[in-house]
């Protein structure tokens, strides 16, 4: 399943997060997670 930062912000705060702590986290509640992109620095 792919899910944005922004989708999942709408049911909880994450705004302060970075995508390797969100990555951290899911894995740490037993989630599996295969790999996250971090795709804001192509942004800069």
Do not use: R
């Not at 899910?3 to 909880?12: E, G, I, Q």
């Not at 740490?28 to 804001?40: A, I, Q, R, T, V």
């Amino acid at each position: 399943m792919i899910v944005t930062k922004k989708w999942l912000n709408d049911f909880v705060k994450i705004d302060d997060l970075s995508a390797q702590e969100i990555s951290d986290a899911f894995t740490f509640c037993g989630f599996e997670m295969e790999s996250y992109k971090d795709l804001s620095e192509k942004l800069k």
